[in-house]
């Protein structure tokens, strides 16, 4: 392949166009964000680690996910960009400052590469110690990851656990491409992706990738990027999902599920499981907007060494453990729409799978 245009280091926010902050404020703040900044056209919402702010939405017409921003290592990566791109090198007036180009992936997505932001102060945690059947490192200790029983709070005769997940930072985006190929491609050639694992059809034609940054002897993680084309009636538009990875472990991830399912107002969009691809045990909410965030923890770190694995559907569709995703996962939506949507196709993502997995047998016994 042919040397790429730069090697970015890693994503650092998602930024999406909103009609109005308010109910999006709240949700953020129960997904167990930080509010860092907010004008009267922008929010910007921060994890406990170093990025300024990894999630930023300005007010708009539409609800739209507009892109997605990567850390570049050197300004020169940045002049890399201008030249191959024809575009400006601008200052950055958010939180953070530093310079970015913009450019934009062959699904329309704007992709901006950013160079010398600030980094925040980031927020002290103490990581808790787990005792296991083969290593009991805690004794004459108990574990609390909140306040114990104080945690249940009764709101209208409603209980309510108040303790979130901490996010520390975002890790990656899912991505519907209308061209799985076009898309790895780009994002290998331009921003030097590599491929930890293709995904790859039972006819041979790529469906997609999970690519991770090319950092050298650097171990990053499994995936910054998830590209994939999916069989749809229609393109379900770009975005998928944006994954931030949790503070503190398996209990961190536990307790945002918790807390949001007993606020009770919002969709609970898949989980909680153990991936197989990128190993992370996930869960996913559903915002007001229609748009889904991942909680993660526990994933893969691998450094550049680490070959391609190609992958079929089911190893792409089916976790280590975990329920099945809703016909409504991968898709941005109104949330009006999610009970007809999945009333109407309850088993969409199921169905492909096992029409994969049939075809896939078939083949085999000719
Ligand atoms: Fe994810």
């Known amino acids: 392949m042919a040397k790429p245009i730069c090697k970015v280091a890693d994503i650092i926010y998602v930024r999406f166009e909103l009609t109005e902050f308010e109910a999006q404020k709240k949700y953020l703040n129960h997904f167990g964000m930080m509010l860092a900044h907010e004008d009267e056209n922008s929010i910007f919402f921060r994890g406990t680690g170093t990025s300024p702010y990894i999630y930023v939405a300005t007010k708009g017409e539409e609800n739209k996910y507009i892109g997605s921003a990567y850390k570049a290592n050197d300004y020169s990566d940045l002049e890399a960009l201008a030249k191959e791109f024809n575009v400006e090198i601008v200052e950055i007036t958010e939180p953070g400052g530093g310079h970015k180009v913009t450019?934009?992936?062959?699904?329309?997505?704007?992709?901006?590469?950013?160079?010398?932001?600030?980094?925040?102060?980031?927020?002290?945690?103490?990581?808790?110690?787990?005792?296991?059947?083969?290593?009991?490192?805690?004794?004459?200790?108990?574990?609390?990851?909140?306040?114990?029983?104080?945690?249940?709070?009764?709101?209208?005769?409603?209980?309510?656990?108040?303790?979130?997940?901490?996010v520390?930072?975002?890790?990656?985006?899912?991505?519907?491409?209308?061209d799985a190929q076009a898309s790895v491609d780009w994002y290998a050639n331009v921003l030097g992706f590599i491929s930890s694992n293709n995904l790859v059809a039972p006819d041979g034609n790529t469906m997609g990738a999970f690519m991770r940054c090319d950092q050298g002897d650097k171990p990053v993680d499994h995936h910054t990027i998830n590209n994939i084309s999916l069989p749809s009636p229609e393109y379900p538009g770009a975005y998928g999902h944006a994954g931030y990875e949790v503070s503190d472990s398996v209990d961190d991830l536990m307790a945002g599920h918790y807390h949001l399912k007993t606020v009770d107002e919002y969709y609970h969009e898949w989980g909680i499981g153990r991936h197989l691809l990128g190993s992370q045990m996930y869960d996913y909410w559903r915002d007001p907007h229609g748009f889904t965030h991942e909680h993660w923890t526990d994933g893969d770190l691998m450094d550049a060494s680490v070959p391609t694995d190609d992958i079929g559907l089911l190893e792409f569709g089916k976790a280590q453990y975990g329920p099945p995703p809703p016909a409504t996962f991968g898709h941005s939506m109104p949330v009006d729409q999610v009970d007809k949507v999945r009333a109407e196709v309850p088993d969409l993502f199921e169905g492909v799978l096992k029409d994969v997995e049939r075809m896939t047998k078939a083949a085999m016994e000719k």
């Not at 520390?168 to 209308?178: D, M, P, Q, S, Y």
């Open 103 to 166: 450019v934009i992936d062959p699904d329309g997505i704007e992709v901006e590469v950013c160079h010398g932001m600030r980094e925040a102060e980031a927020v002290a945690i103490v990581s808790k110690v787990i005792n296991t059947g083969e290593s009991t490192p805690r004794e004459n200790q108990t574990q609390r990851f909140g306040k114990g029983a104080e945690e249940w709070q009764l709101h209208d005769d409603k209980w309510v656990y108040e303790l979130t997940s901490k």
């Open 168 to 178: 520390k930072r975002l890790g990656h985006t899912a991505i519907n491409c209308r």
